[in-house]
């Protein structure tokens, strides 16, 4: 049986500032229109926390019994390392997504009806990207997927349950959010094009193949620094963004070195290291504006 630790591992704790990320974009872009809302804050967090932990325990279930896993490269995977029962990783999936659908409805109540169809959305997302007869991840559309929910609907979300309104602000904020976890996607399935080649999952990286996709994580990672200076129109502060730069250009140099495998390992952490410090410095922008 797997121990405590390996559960946490399991969980990829190194995806957590993808739901970090958002929710602070968020309430910084509701602040800087005065709507900002602490206790919705701390619930847009914890949905997305629950929400991302269940889908990589719900890509650990669906993954692992395809036998996607069987031959990894990077960090450990429950079913595929057989350290955990299938059904056990796939209810530890469904109790996630369970806690984020409950604390959803509790947003929706205080919020507005239609919510519930953009959580149901995002349920689907969590389950179908690796789950389901055809998963939308195995045909190059994760990429996608990512830069809508844990961009665009996250960061958006946030700003609209406190505010009740969005703006321009909160769509720059929540493209650069978008792009940069977009980037931690492409970094992992860089890192497993051969693997994921044998078993049939046709990531786009697959797609792309190798130098088309080093080069799409230089792209990605470049625009949240473009919507840095977009954001200046609020507030000459969002200019605090640039000092994620040097986290992004140290993260890249895996990729555009051409580092395979294992050692492409750094760039997952770096990307997301960059992702959370930009966040950051861009909430606390937004709030002071």
């Not at 206790?39 to 949905?47: E, I």
Request: charged share 10%; hydrophobic share 55%.
């Amino acid at each position: 049986m797997a121990t405590a630790a390996q559960w946490i591992e399991g969980a990829r704790p190194r995806t957590l500032p993808n739901a970090v990320a958002p929710v602070l974009v968020g309430t910084g872009a509701a602040a800087s229109i005065d709507g900002v809302n602490w206790w919705k804050a701390a619930l847009c967090l914890l949905l997305s926390v629950a929400l991302i932990i269940g889908v990589n325990y719900a890509n650990d279930y669906s993954d692992g019994i395809r036998g996607t896993d069987d031959e990894r490269v990077g960090p450990l995977r429950l079913v595929g390392s057989k350290l955990a029962s299938p059904a056990a990783v796939r209810n530890a999936a469904i109790g996630c997504l369970v806690l984020g659908a409950i604390v959803g409805l509790v947003l929706v109540a205080t919020s507005a009806w239609w919510l519930l169809i953009v959580g149901a959305a995002c349920l689907a997302g969590a389950w179908f990207y690796t789950g389901g007869r055809n998963p939308y991840g195995y045909s190059g559309f994760g990429e996608i997927a990512v830069f809508v929910f844990f961009g665009l609907v996250a960061v958006l979300g946030t700003q609209f349950v406190q505010a009740g309104k969005i703006d321009w602000a909160g769509l720059a904020g929540a493209v650069a959010v978008g792009s940069f976890s977009s980037a931690v996607l492409v970094t992992n399935n860089l890192r497993d094009i051969p693997t994921d080649a044998v078993t049939g999952k046709t990531t786009l990286a697959v797609k792309l193949g190798d130098t088309r996709t080093r080069t799409l994580h230089l792209v990605l990672i470049a625009v949240p620094f473009l919507m840095s200076l977009v954001l200046v129109a609020r507030t000459p502060w969002a200019l605090a963004g640039l000092i994620a730069l040097p986290l992004a250009f140290k993260a890249n140099e895996p990729v555009r070195t051409g580092k395979n495998g294992p050692g492409l390992i750094p760039a997952l952490a770096g990307t997301g290291l960059a992702l959370l410090v930009w966040s950051i410095a861009t909430a606390v922008a937004l709030t002071l504006a």
